[in-house]
């Protein structure tokens, strides 16, 4: 039975002084009870201003400019704030990505539960502990305070809570981005038992195509604010109509089959305050022809589903070739990464040494003092030329190591050199000195640039610091450097501030400053975590291109073993503080010999394992 209805449903946001943007345009769908529906796209393609205008939470200068919402024949769009009040958690409730940071810092998780109960008194009431142990928590954490909480164990309370009432649909709007892929994977897991168990219907927001296939009994992709396909995820995960999804599914492979190619989609939405003329994918698609440039293609139905092309309307979408498994096809059209050859040369004098480092960190409250093990006994080497990845879950020691690279810290015992430099020794201007040699690329592209400067500021300070430019030479060498990184013509970009740019490029500046000092050594700590999936391989390519083309040594810090397969010469992988495997990447994920290497292996989204 139908249990929610959109209907011809659009959104406008007007800022001052500003052209209206249309946010979503004309989405019509609908869920049944107890279903499972997926909602796809890169950032900027609409789907959480769809989200929340299904649940009436935009703000100004956000509103919904036509169509209907109907939840079990009430609509929504003009329910009063009463009725909404009435609604929210006992027929609809939502878990955000940042929900794990929305818990009231100040109040204990059982007094979270006892609020939402106490605001729909007459809604049956279950056990919070029960709750609790529905996702995996032990009734313990309800006398604990959220930032007592992990992130994984935050975002359980949030996914909890939202069950509390037992409503009828939840929303979740990217409920997993930014865990790492084990806590990523148990809460998805968690989520398909809950549901079997209690019955009620998902709409699951991602940018994360693999993710969502493998959960969802329908899938809907959205591109500049509209939808553009919506078929059963068995089918778009054997024959996918768009050329958009052939694009986000051409993201995803098996990192232990020993030929592994990844696409992306290059290029970036469209800015949705200009009109558009034909099809909004056109700049991006491989397909594009005369008519999709003056023709806007409407959602039609097509092989058991609907799809918003003309070429696939027509039938003249090219075979995809043969992807990861017989059968599920990643596109061959886009951009292709392939991994790092096993051929690179190697130097025989590494750049950096760590060896036999310990790192403890010792805390004092009061008169107690108690000590944590970040990491222990851990060796490794840097090579010019050579990636190295350090692969593990969110406290497994990595980001203390790329610490101790820096000079940041120093280790409880063991060493870290630089040719013969003790960087564990270094202090003062000798530090500040050394810090020119090693540089880091962050994983946040949209914190690491300062909002206020432009492109051109940015790359200047490292110039004028450590490489001592002065005037044209500044502007003259940034350009350079943008260039090098595939931002061209570096004209376009200089004058550019951090929000007129696209993820992908944000990083490719933060990528560039890196450079300004000439490094031997580049610590890239998650680079690629924060940004949408379809882009992240073009990222990646470029990492490579560097390490290789300027004999760069580095250190690729990820929990993500696909990434590391296409981009490191070398694994080592990390867990609780301890070296626990290590190789020639292939060795190591090919024929993975550690149980926490394979449960890494084990959690990495991977659309295609449905297929098998
Ligand atoms: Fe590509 Fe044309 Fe189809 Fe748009 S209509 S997705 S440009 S082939």
Redesign the pocket.
Known sequence: MTLLSVQNLSVTYTPRDHAAVRAVHDVSFTVDDNEFVGLLGESGCGKSTLGNAILRLLTPPARISGGTVEFNGRDITTASQDELRDMRWVDLSTVFQSSMNSLNPVIRVEDQFEDTFEAHREAPRTDPAELLRMVSLEPHVLKAFPHELSGGMKQRVALALALALRPKLVLLDEPTTGLDVVVQRSILDELRTLRERLGFAVIFISHDLGTVLELADRVMVMYGGELVEDRPAAEMLRDPR???TRGLLGSYADPRLAEVKVSYIPGRPPDLSREHRG?L??AR?P???DQ?RETH?DLLENHGGLVR????QQERLPDTPPGAVEGAAPIGAFSTVSPASDTAEVEVRPVLTVENVSMTYRTRRGLRTSSTEAVRDVSLALFGGRVTALVGQSGSGKSTIARLVTGVERPTSGTVSFGETRVDKLRGRALRNYRRHVQMVFQDPFSALNPTRTVAYALSRPLVNYRGLRGGAVRDRAAELLESVGLSPAGQFLDKLPHQLSGGQRQRVVTARALAPEPEILIADEPISMLDVSIRAEILELLGDLARTRRLAMLYITHDLLSARLLADEVLVLNKGRLVESGATLDVIGSAQDDYTRLLLESIPNPFARAR
């Open positions: 768009h050329p958009y099809c994918f056109t698609c397909y594009a022809e999709c293609p092309c003309h070429v696939a």
